[in-house]
């Protein structure tokens, strides 16, 4: 009777190991790795925005999208890219860059402690910026930092909504380096042809605060900051607005006082244009004070195919 009793004992034990391994390792069913290949793009614009610079090739991916762009040029239109985490890269059509980079490629920088890719969203528009100045010193801080110096990427997303009927959408960038806060104005009326306020909101209060000077563009800005309820809100600058088409006789002039180590410009930048109706335009300021030739400053526009 014992060992009857013993052989039951050992079989629940058995029983009971059995069921807590079934619990601890559930069976799942083979994984099959799917074997057609992602239809999502998104899409890329490169401009050449970096005085001083050679003509400039754009790799995402190590694939070739853009070919010798010359400083102030924009490839004729946008190139498809895969979506996801991509490296950004650039390289000098011929020879190197030169420069802090020497003979290194410019490579997109996530952060300025990190060496991160650009992440990529399905179906959206980017304009991918090559800018600052070929000398450029290697950054000292924060603690950690990776940007080597010289040419950095500036990397934007574009809503390309089509414009309602006798509208054309423009965006304003200051892609000059060294030079202070500056603001688009339209000549015939003497104002900002930007929105000059604008409105940040605090999404865990609900609280809202406005924000001063919006049109106001320093070198690389593309957000204004507020504080509301002890938190840093952060709203971009770099969305289109709507303006009527027709021709405009702007400028590009000197915004607020001269930050440390900015220099104003010595004299309103002309720009004269027809923005047509139904069409998108980033305008960005380019070039040095004190440049000369091709590295005087000077206004481009983009037109957003």
Do not use: W
């Amino acid at each position: 009777m014992k060992l009857k009793r013993y052989i039951h004992l050992a079989l629940a034990a058995v029983g009971a190991l059995t069921l807590v391994t079934s619990c601890d390792r559930p069976e799942y069913p083979e994984p099959t790795p799917s074997t057609e290949a992602s239809t999502a793009r998104s899409r890329v614009l490169f401009v050449n925005a970096a005085p001083g610079a050679p003509a400039l090739n754009l790799l995402v991916n190590n694939v070739q999208v853009a070919q010798a762009v010359p400083f102030a040029g924009t490839q004729p239109g946008y190139a498809q890219v895969g979506v996801g985490n991509l490296q950004i890269r650039s390289k000098a059509a011929n020879g190197t860059i030169g420069g802090t980079l020497g003979s290194n490629d410019l490579l997109f920088r996530a952060g300025a402690t990190n060496n991160n890719n650009f992440t990529f969203a399905a179906n959206a528009n980017y304009t991918v910026f090559a800018t600052d100045t070929l000398t450029r010193p290697r950054p000292t801080t924060p603690a950690g930092v990776t940007d080597p110096g010289g040419l950095s990427f500036l990397v934007l997303q574009d809503n390309l909504a089509a414009p309602a009927a006798g509208k054309a959408h423009i965006r304003f960038i200051n892609l000059a380096p060294g030079t202070q806060a500056v603001e688009l104005i339209n000549v015939l009326t003497t104002q900002s042809l930007l929105p000059i306020a604008g409105t940040a909101r605090n999404g865990r209060t609900g609280n809202s605060a406005p924000i001063t000077n919006f049109q106001r563009r320093a070198y690389k800005e593309i957000q204004k900051s507020a504080t509301i309820d002890n938190d840093r809100i952060n709203v971009s600058i770099t969305g289109f607005t709507p303006i009527d088409a027709g021709t405009y006789a702007l400028q590009i002039q000197n915004s607020g006082s001269a930050a440390a180590g900015t220099k104003a410009l010595p004299d309103a930048i002309p720009l004269g244009y027809v923005f047509e109706s139904g069409k998108i335009y980033t305008i960005y300021l380019r070039g040095l004070v004190g440049g000369t030739g091709e590295q005087a400053l000077g206004a481009s526009v983009i037109v957003h195919n």
